[in-house]
């Protein structure tokens, strides 16, 4: 941060975490702090190359259980491949010159009675960098459902028009672990700040085949070491997630869908994962069966529960501004810490309901 602080004025300095950390990436991959600037390895280098490369290497480490890469794997990704292509030292260890650029550091495989080089594997200095760097790859994937890149850079339209293929995508980007709560963080500000994709075009194509997707139940049947339910639960939440964002507050459930939704919406909030906040803001959730959703913390304010089955539940610190409860049942729900500003309670099942009408 010290390296940002000391390179902008007041005027422009980045106003968003993703803008401080896009701009600290550039300063790091131009060593500019350096009186000898960047090493020489990497002079030619452009820093759009080297941040694809490392992007890559982020989500391949964010993803597998070890949250480290073995020097093995690197030969094996394709932007590191180029990255030594341009470099023309093609027999060099990719490692040393991202180690170098101050990006990773060298650790020793868990194996620690072998002396083998290859098994020392390399890791990321700074896990902040890291998860905002993944999060860049999950929006850049998901913006691959009505974009992608010419090998030449030049952007092309390619709109992926079937449920199936904007499955995989959506997969492909979420399925393989749960996000965590820096990168929901990341991947916010990241959409929020996007100025080059068309965002209400991908909010239409998503929208245009939600109904086919919840009846898929986000599976997608590939070779992963995920269970199938948790990586159908990982995907649905990232779908959402983006979803909720692109949106602006005007969420929609299909109506054929929304039984689906339901049950993965149950499922999902069962696990109770930490940073998983559910926006469900103006979304139609009448006439279902919910009961002990957990639905803390989430934003449901407008949302409409009018004849639905909600017992149980956990409203625990959930924003309930005008929710409609017409009719639904609420017994033994609980309402502490929720805000319930111009909520519709009016014929709601309220027996053994918890903190609800309390000072």
């Not at 010159?97 to 098994?119: T, W």
């Not at 979803?243 to 499922?267: R, Y």
Request: aromatic content about 12%.
């Amino acid at each position: 941060m010290h390296l940002v602080a000391n390179s902008c004025t007041s005027n422009d300095l980045p106003k968003s975490i993703s803008g401080i950390y896009d701009k600290l990436f550039q300063k790091i991959a131009n060593r500019d702090w350096s009186n000898e600037g960047q090493i020489s390895e990497l002079r030619n280098i452009e820093a759009a190359d080297i941040k694809t490369c490392m992007q890559d290497l982020a989500f391949m480490a964010y993803t597998n259980k070890r949250h480290y890469l073995l020097r093995s794997e690197l030969a094996s990704l394709g932007s590191a491949q180029k990255f030594m292509d341009d470099l023309r030292r093609n027999g060099d260890d990719v490692s040393k010159y991202l180690m170098i650029s101050f990006y990773m550091r060298e650790v020793k495989e868990v194996d620690e009675e072998s002396d083998n080089r290859k098994n020392y594997a390399i890791e990321f200095v700074h896990d902040s960098l890291q998860y905002f760097l993944v999060a860049e790859e999950m929006w850049e994937k998901v913006c691959k459902i009505i974009s992608d890149t010419t090998s030449k850079g030049k952007n092309k339209i390619l709109i992926h028009d079937t449920a199936n293929g904007i499955l995989k995508i959506l997969f492909s980007a979420f399925h393989h672990k749960p996000l965590s709560e820096d990168i929901l963080k990341y991947l916010l500000d990241i959409i929020l700040e996007e100025k080059n994709t068309d965002k209400p075009q991908l909010f239409q194509q998503l929208n245009k085949f939600a109904e086919e997707l919840l009846e898929s139940n986000f599976l997608d049947f590939v070779n992963s070491t995920i269970k199938p339910i948790d990586a159908a639960i990982n995907t649905f939440y990232g779908y959402w997630f983006v979803m909720s964002i692109l949106s602006e507050g005007n969420n929609t459930i299909p109506k054929e869908g929304k039984v689906e939704f339901c049950k993965l919406l149950q499922i999902h909030t069962l696990q109770r994962f930490q940073g998983h906040r559910w926006n469900l803001k103006n979304a139609n959730l009448s006439d279902s069966i919910l009961s002990k959703i957990n639905l803390s913390n989430a934003n449901l304010e407008g949302a409409n529960f009018s004849n639905t089955n909600l017992s149980f539940a956990d409203f625990s610190n959930a924003d309930l501004r005008n929710a409609n409860f017409y009719n639904a049942d609420l017994s033994f729900a609980d309402f502490y810490g929720a805000k319930i500003d111009g909520a519709d309670f009016s014929g709601a099942k309220l027996f053994g309901v918890q903190n609800l009408f309390t000072e």
